[in-house]
């Protein structure tokens, strides 16, 4: 009897996981035309516990889509307006004296939120990025000593300019890879636009999104996306990706263990979103750029020949044999 009850579970767990997307895409999408893809990387990264990198060129929605997914949320919604003058107490919070009552106090940062916009994040200097290190990995913060925990629904969403900007900084190998997926917006196309304007003119902002989830909400579906079955032949199609990056002469930085387990878990909460209780080979296949090409390193040879990892990555998926199920 126990036997037939944990399919009907775990169906119930991804239909419930399947709504709360569907929800929370029909609330973004007020605010945001067109762009369903980068929608839902947004929201597979909310179900996956992961961190979200928003990389295009100035006015192209990236704040209004972070903006726009907190307002659908019934979650403290923070900001941080990244500019090379702040310090990483800006971010974390800081200890400071309190005549009155003879005694330190902490006054915690904007970090200290459940969804954290990170604006514009390369403008800030490389020790002022790195503050978001632990946080966005271990869901703490330390200051002076004394360990913090941060909510447990705690998400970055982080805009990023084009590096050849000016004014920008790097993000450093070890931030891009605390990353779950980067997605870029893009120019919209003509009909899109237009629409998008008539959505303004009406006053269709972030500010008039009602919130269709709740914490409580995000929790539950993050633990159905946990019970996602994973076969072995399709951890084994992953991991040949994986390999794969480690060991082609056109990358000198690999896919780390840290990016494994983000694509495995990535391609759990698209098989959730999608009504399914287990992941096919195609759920690993469409996330692999999303979520490894920005932790990637071209040899500079590659970078001469014009090739970007997000090519490397199609490559080296495409040539990987996906697994078949045989009778």
Do not use: W
């Not at 169906?11 to 035309?33: N, Y």
């Not at 992961?50 to 972070?66: I, S, W």
């Not at 909460?269 to 999303?290: E, H």
């Amino acid at each position: 009897m126990a036997i037939d009850s944990q399919p009907k579970a775990s169906e119930a767990g991804v239909s419930s996981v399947q709504k709360l997307a569907t929800d929370i895409r029909e609330s973004v999408q007020r605010v945001i035309v067109g762009k369903s893809e980068t929608i839902d990387l947004a929201v597979l990264a909310l179900l996956c516990r992961g961190h979200v990198l928003l990389e295009d060129v100035p006015g192209t929605g990236k704040t209004t889509l972070a903006k726009a997914l907190a307002a659908s949320l019934d979650c403290q919604f923070g900001r941080i307006q990244f500019t090379p003058d702040l310090v990483p107490a800006d971010v974390l919070g800081v200890n400071f004296y309190n005549v009155s009552k003879s005694e330190f106090e902490f006054r915690p940062g904007p970090v200290f939120s459940q969804i954290l916009l990170a604006d514009e994040i390369n403008r800030a200097t490389p020790r002022t990025q790195s503050a978001l290190l632990e946080a966005m990995q271990e869901r703490q913060v330390s200051i002076d000593g004394v360990t913090t925990e941060l909510p447990e629904t705690f998400m970055v969403m982080a805009t990023l300019n084009p590096v050849e900007m000016e004014g920008t900084f790097p993000l450093p190998e070890a931030q891009l890879d605390r990353f779950m997926v980067r997605a870029s917006l893009g120019y919209p196309d003509r009909d899109e636009e237009s629409s998008m304007l008539d959505r303004f003119k009406a006053g269709e902002t972030p500010d008039a999104i009602q919130p269709s989830a709740t914490s409580t909400d995000i929790i539950a579906a993050r633990n159905a996306v946990d019970q996602v079955k994973v076969d072995d032949t399709v951890r084994n199609y992953l991991l040949d990706i994986i390999e794969k990056t480690r060991s082609t002469e056109s990358l000198r930085l690999g896919a780390s263990p840290r990016a494994s387990l983000a694509l495995q878990h990535a391609a759990q909460g698209r098989a959730a979103m999608n009504g399914r209780d287990y992941v096919l080979p195609d759920d690993v296949k469409q996330l692999t750029v999303p979520v490894l090409a920005h932790r990637l390193l071209a040899e500079t040879s590659t970078q001469l020949r014009g090739q970007a990892t997000d090519q490397i990555v199609r490559e080296i998926t495409e040539s990987t044999p996906v697994p078949i199920e045989r009778e």
